[in-house]
């Protein structure tokens, strides 16, 4: 189509689109969207309705989440940004930051949208490869910080791999970034961690970072991902300026609703967080005796580093009707999903391994 008239950034044409998990027929387990296996509570899906008024626009700034998560957090309403989903968080943060030739750095393996958010910017992708382990190289990271960086992103637990970022060694990090750098503490999957030395966003705030911004998601643990929520708390001068790139008016009022719900049900939403960081730690052992070399599993996934053998690997759970996301020469992450689809999984990963 090299007659076609209108002109594409290149750099924009180069770059595939988002590309999600696979959807699921009727007789699969959906394991590879590393969403919620629980359907929304009543309660949640009530006050969505309640919301109503669709013929009217949204309050744009979402204020009563924006204040409901404020006061969790101790800080002013404006230190809290809400859009829809982190994913759009990410992208307003990236251009408010980012221009030609700035770098953006994150670690990799990582979450696969990172890439991307440097593209659309005009800006140099830098991918630092992950430790054997699955985990961040913070050392690393800092040495790759030049001159021209402007957004790092550490991701904790690690999309797709599990591990988390320690606290200590993310407080050692901040010292070696320069104040001017943002630094975006993503926390997606913050609430299914349990090991107690991972960093906390919430305190890293606490102590005082202003170029330190913390992004939450009301996709996961509180299992709203189709309503599309996201937030970030941080200096209101970085998130108002991440408010100036980002489309106005996309947070729904029933998404706002049911994120408030969501909140007020918290105490059975998090057992349902319990119930789920238990099924994980139970499948990462089976998987391990079955000669899996699973890396630490903080999140609602497990990773199985296949490597060369990911998209046969990843075949062979389709075709027993469990969809895992594979990604071509690296891995296979399979999200914690209903108790009943643990044993089938383990089955598949024992007849893989070899
Ligand atoms: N960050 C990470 C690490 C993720 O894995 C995801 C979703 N897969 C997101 C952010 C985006 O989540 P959402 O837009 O649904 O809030």
């Given amino acids: 189509m090299t007659d076609f008239p209108v002109r594409i950034r290149p750099a924009i044409a180069a770059h595939p689109a988002y590309k999600q998990g696979k959807q699921a027929g009727a007789e699969a387990f959906k394991l590879s969207s590393n969403e919620n296996p629980f359907e929304p509570l009543p309660g ?24 409901r998560l404020a006061e969790r957090f101790g800080v002013a309403d404006d230190a809290v940004h809400i859009a829809a989903g982190s994913v759009s968080i990410l992208y307003q943060l990236a251009h408010a930051t980012c221009g030609p030739g700035d770098e953006l750095l994150f670690s990799w393996r990582s979450f696969e949208a990172y890439p991307g958010l440097a593209i659309v910017a005009d800006a140099t992708p830098v ?83 202003p170029n330190v911004v913390v992004l939450r998601t009301f996709s996961k643990a509180y299992g709203l991902a189709g309503l599309r929520v996201g937030y970030a708390v941080g200096d209101p001068r970085i998130l108002s300026a991440a408010g100036t790139t ?78 895992v996301r594979p990604f071509a020469g690296d891995g296979v992450r399979i999200s914690i999903g209903e108790e009943e689809s643990l044993d089938r999984v383990v089955e598949v990963a024992a007849a893989t391994r070899l």
């Fill in 44 to 67: 949640v899906v009530a006050a969505m309705q309640a919301a109503a008024g669709f013929h009217r626009y949204p309050d744009a700034s979402s204020p009563r989440l924006r204040a």
């Fill in 127 to 209: 991918p630092v490869p992950n430790t054997v382990a699955g985990g961040h190289d913070l050392d690393a990271m800092a040495d790759a910080v030049t001159d021209r960086t402007r957004m790092i992103i550490v991701c904790s637990p690690n999309n797709p791999t599990g591990p988390i970022v320690t606290q200590a060694g993310f407080e050692a990090f901040l010292t070696r970034v320069p104040a001017d750098v943002l630094v975006v503490l993503d926390e997606a999957y913050a609430e299914f961690v349990t090991d107690p030395d991972a960093v906390d966003g919430a305190r890293i705030l606490a102590a005082g970072h």
């Fill in 246 to 323: 980002g489309i106005p008016l996309s947070v729904t009022a029933g998404a706002e609703a049911a994120a408030l719900a969501s909140l007020d049900a918290e105490d059975e939403l998090l057992e349902r967080v319990r119930t789920i960081a238990d099924r994980r730690d139970r499948l990462a052992a089976r998987l391990r005796d079955v000669g899996w070399d699973v890396p630490v599993a903080q999140g609602n996934f497990v990773w199985l580093p296949a490597g060369d053998r990911a998209l046969e690997v990843a075949a062979a759970f389709e075709a027993a009707d469990l969809i």
